[in-house]
């Protein structure tokens, strides 16, 4: 479907999904993570799109989304020119999501699928890997960007590295979410790397994997491209066929069955900006460790993180913590309760 | 002058004075700690006219402030029959205000003399130690009030009881805030008491004291009362003869100099709230030594004090802290640092 022609460039896919809450209250259901400028002046879906803006190497962004971001995506993105949006009809995880990007686009464009709510330091790096991880996706393989870890993480999971090829190497095995004790074994080997959620297919590649390993999936998502309706630069698929499929993830549905995974490994000083640790260790920090964001006191503190929209915020004597001021919520938290801030009746509750 | 007959019953001096900025943000220049519900729906203010409340042991009060505070007083103490304000031309110390209250009253008045922001939990033994002060005051002694020690406290200054007398004991002499060993110390001698900035008086001996020992102030003091301006339940000494007095606490003045100084001792659970930890420390915990007031969320948390007059606080694996809204600032601080609010750019500049 649609005439869109990449021209041999690499096609970023980069997915709108997902409404986390381990950053409430700044981010929120109307305003989520990916629209706010929470590293730097731009938002990280803008970042996202910075990323990918050189022309000879990413063709025009697809974005997926839901239709509530939509407006938003238009706000933020307004000066990214051939940008097309591709409207999901309801959320169903990453693996159709980025299936319907495969079947809107020509079967030999290879797509470079992102998330929009990262955080990636080095966008050299990233290119580069983008490149590396094209080239083996041209060659037919379901290609994940391993991220070089740099301490035994325990909220990421972990890809082995198995057989090497030209630029990456094969996948010997996924590896969930460890504990601290098997993160830490994981780390010395040395053939490990975090799982980044970034991906290269070539869409056709793709749809076929999907069919072998999930022939129900794919064939709901091919009913609901070809029952799409397209305007401008926007994609609606139709909801019917799609609202039947059973979410699942890319890394379920696909990469943990297919034969031929591949993993190219970067070093591009990325984070998932999970919560508001992460956060935290992805601002620059003064003398002290503090990163004061808005109008903030600060006395005897030290490791402490202040981020306000609008009072004053007075600390004394605190250290290791975290303040987070939005509109008609305050949220104190010590660094490490961090991963708890999802379990708050108001980040529930939203 | 004054033709106030307190028929042989204590008269309860109470001061408004002082303007502390370790409770700030909720205590501000315009609405100083006394006038605020820190401890109960009343006010500190109001509990101090409470504890005073039994006419037949107590004359109605009389309240020495700024006119700055005169309208709060009014408002708050609009139920009380026969309160009479004196009104200090400015702010000169506890000397000058207690002796102006001395020079308005009839020479054999017994005066007891009550800062009006510290916290008294057991107003029995606050009354039983008032009338022991008063009959030592009666005998011609300058009486203070000695606060059992429950702690080796370095924010206090302490007593040294000497000689029995009937109902309490001379004064054998007064230790400035001791460092934590010396607290330790008088705490371990058991002839230690903290000193509470409660006073019992004789009127006309603690003028005639005055004389002896501050005879300058003394005699301003008199001018200031002889050209004073008396209307309804106001008293307004002139300010010209006022305002040329040196200021002086009557510890420095009087106490530590008079022969004739006596001090009874009281348990009654009695806190100076000078800082917020202290306010936590009188404050009833829930199981988890947590005490929360206004719209709270707590997770994980242990000896956490959250106080907000407004906007939700969710408060997230945090211990041994305190959180204050109020208005437009936010304070957050660890128990600890207390003491360092004051320090603060918004305590200042207020």
Redesign the interface.
């Known amino acids: 479907m649609s005439g869109f022609d990449p021209k041999g460039r690499i096609v970023p896919v980069i997915l709108c999904g997902g409404s986390g809450t381990r950053l409430w209250?700044r981010s929120r259901r109307d305003r989520p993570k990916p629209f706010l400028p929470l590293l730097g002046e731009r938002t990280l879906f803008q970042q996202s799109l910075d990323r990918v803006s050189d022309r000879s190497v990413f063709a025009p962004p697809l974005i997926v989304a839901g239709e509530g971001h939509v407006r938003l995506i238009e706000e933020q993105a307004s000066q990214v020119e051939g940008l097309r949006v591709l409207v999901e009809p309801t959320a169903k995880n990453t693996a159709p999501a980025i299936a319907l990007a495969a079947a809107s686009l020509p079967a030999d464009a290879i797509m470079l699928v992102c998330p929009s709510d990262h955080y990636i330091e080095y966008r050299d790096a990233f290119v580069a890997g983008a490149k590396g991880a094209a080239a083996l996706a041209r060659e037919g393989y379901m290609v994940a960007f391993g991220i070089e870890p740099s301490n035994p993480e325990t909220g990421y999971g972990y890809i082995r590295r198995g057989e090497a090829l030209r630029g990456g190497h094969r996948i010997a095995r996924f590896v969930e979410k460890p504990d601290r004790e098997t993160a830490e074994r994981l780390l010395q080997t040395r053939d490990y790397v975090w799982n980044g959620g970034i991906f290269a297919f070539r869409a056709g590649a793709l749809l076929e994997e999907l069919h072998r390993h999930r022939p129900e999936m794919a064939d709901l998502i091919g009913e609901s491209i070809q029952q799409a309706q397209e305007s401008d630069a926007k994609i609606m698929p139709a909801a019917p066929p799609f609202t039947r499929i059973v979410g699942e993830s890319i890394d379920y549905a696909l990469m943990e069955n297919t034969e031929c995974a591949a993993v190219v490994s970067a070093d591009m000083g990325w984070s998932d900006i999970g919560n508001w640790d992460a956060l935290m260790a992805a601002r620059p920090a003064d003398p002290e460790g503090n990163r004061l964001a808005g109008p903030v006191?600060a006395?005897?503190c030290r490791n402490v993180m202040v981020d306000?929209d609008?009072?004053?915020?007075?600390?004394?004597?605190?250290?290791d913590?975290i303040?987070v001021?939005d509109g008609?919520?305050?949220?104190?938290?010590?660094r490490?309760?961090?991963q708890?801030?999802g379990?708050?009746?108001?980040?529930l509750a939203q």
Chains 1, 2 share one sequence.
């Open positions: 209250p006191d006395v005897e306000s609008g009072p004053r915020v007075s600390v004394v004597g605190i250290e913590a303040v001021i008609d919520e305050v949220l104190v938290m010590s490490a309760a961090a708890s801030v379990k708050l009746p108001g980040a």
